[in-house]
């Protein structure tokens, strides 16, 4: 049984940044791919980034390239999302998830497991 809880939301002013975490608990963190969607009011659930289970092996939407950046600590069982040069675009609630390692990861439907979101609001 997989258990995600988020954290690390909160409101930021344009240009400010914020660093979410993922703790994940059950089983075998190191087996599993993470990844971080979005979800802002009456909108789908959008991909942001994904990391493998090399630390290496990382994704990201075009709009947060340079700005966001993921990792994880498998000693901790954490998956990070360190957001930089916030925009009022980005705001909305986070989500953390966790599937099997392989192709796919920026799909939210292939992911089994969730947290219960975080929510980030940006001010302009």
């Known amino acids: 049984q997989v258990q995600l809880v988020e954290s690390g939301g909160g409101l930021v002013q344009s240009g400010g940044s914020l660093t979410l975490s993922c703790q994940f608990s059950g089983v075998d963190f190191s087996n599993y791919a993470l990844g971080w969607f979005r979800q802002a009011p009456g909108k789908e659930r959008k991909f942001v980034a994904a990391?493998?289970?090399?630390?290496?092996?990382?994704w990201y939407t075009d709009s947060v390239k340079g700005r966001f950046t993921i990792s994880r600590d498998n000693a901790k069982n954490t998956v990070y999302l360190q957001m930089t040069s916030l925009r009022f675009e980005d705001t909305a609630v986070y989500y953390c998830?966790?599937?099997?390692?392989?192709?796919?990861?920026?799909?939210?439907?292939?992911?089994?497991?969730w947290g219960q979101g975080t929510q980030v609001t940006v001010s302009s």
């Open positions: 998830g966790a599937r099997a390692p392989g192709t796919g990861l920026t799909y939210y439907n292939t992911y089994r497991d």
């Open positions: 990391i493998g289970v090399s630390v290496v092996a990382t």
